[in-house]
């Protein structure tokens, strides 16, 4: 995503302008690019709806926002009081955001500073349009180039919302996740209920990612995170769909592990945004084994 600016001038309404600023930026293109038309916010959702479409991508509408869960961008049109539990840019017209994250989260608000970071579940949300792709076909990814790092921190948490302890060496359970971290022991706060699931086993984030938000103004110390395994010199991004090794265990990367609200409320507010496709990876442990501070992380 990208920083857009509210379109200037007086063609169309705030809604409708401020809606264009987030489509704007998950789209990333320049808002003068957006079709703008008058008549509201309805004329103009067709108009992106053919926009989009010329892309390759569509506007759908979510018929249960509040209970919206999908790792993806969405906006939401919310009343400008925001919450339940008190104002966030004072009263008035609806505003749109954009939310992002299981649980989602709000990551641009242009209208209502206030509201970011807020979780969706909390705002009163009257209407809801996912950005997706019109086309389904999963296509092979390109052969990833030899992928090699090291751990540089190890962290588990006992229970749901304890702080990460740091450790040297972990002991690493196949199918479970590391001994004495919440997920080996199903008490997370997103453990699966019934059965296992892929990718609850381990967590994964690169140093280089926190390196860049310190240099950037926003320092997050590994423990924030709240991810298993700090790695160096390898992208874990590509490691999705890949079977590696830490150590001696072997591991099967699953798919991102993007940041949400319940993150941001545990680790402090800004958290959210700047983690989107940079937060880390999720992870099967395949065997037993033995994890250690500096030990080797590659591709199988």
């Given amino acids: 995503m990208i920083d857009v600016e509210l379109p200037p001038g007086a063609v169309s309404d705030e809604l409708t302008r401020g809606f264009a600023v987030c489509l704007a930026s998950v789209t990333e293109v320049p808002g003068t690019d957006l079709p703008l038309p008058?008549?509201?916010l309805r004329h103009a959702l067709g108009a992106w709806r053919t926009w989009l479409a010329e892309r390759g991508s569509g506007l759908v509408p979510i018929a249960e926002p509040d209970r919206f869960q999908w790792a993806g961008w969405w906006i939401a049109v919310v009343e400008r009081g925001g919450a339940a539990g008190g104002a966030a840019g004072g009263?008035?017209?609806?505003?749109?955001?954009l939310a992002f994250g299981t649980p989602p989260g709000v990551v641009l608000s242009p209208q209502a500073?206030?509201?970011l970071g807020r979780a969706t579940a909390e705002l009163r949300i009257t209407e809801a349009y996912a950005v997706a792709s019109l086309d389904p076909v999963l296509r092979p990814a390109p052969v990833?180039?030899?992928l090699h790092g090291t751990v540089e921190s190890l962290a588990v948490a006992t229970v749901a919302e304890a702080p990460m302890q740091l450790l040297g060496t972990a002991r690493a359970l196949a199918g479970r996740g590391l001994d004495g971290d919440r997920?080996?022991?199903r008490a997370g706060t997103f453990s699966p209920r019934a059965g296992h699931r892929p990718g609850y086993d381990l967590t994964l984030v690169a140093a280089e990612v926190l390196d860049e938000l310190g240099a950037a103004g926003h320092p997050l110390e590994f423990a924030a995170t709240r991810r298993n395994v700090l790695t160096r010199g390898i992208d874990?991004?590509?490691?999705?769909?890949?079977?590696f090794r830490i150590g001696d265990v072997l591991c099967a990367g699953r798919r991102l592990c993007e940041p949400c609200a319940h993150l941001e409320r545990l680790s402090g507010p800004g958290v959210l945004r700047p983690l989107i496709h940079r937060g880390g990876l999720r992870v099967d442990l395949l065997t037993d084994g033995e994890i250690r501070v500096g030990a080797p992380v590659t591709v199988v």
């Fill in 38 to 40: 008058d008549g509201g």
């Fill in 91 to 97: 009263a008035g017209a609806s505003v749109p955001v």
């Fill in 113 to 115: 500073p206030g509201l």
């Fill in 144 to 146: 990833a180039p030899e």
């Fill in 183 to 185: 997920y080996a022991a």
């Fill in 236 to 243: 874990v991004n590509a490691l999705v769909g890949r079977t």
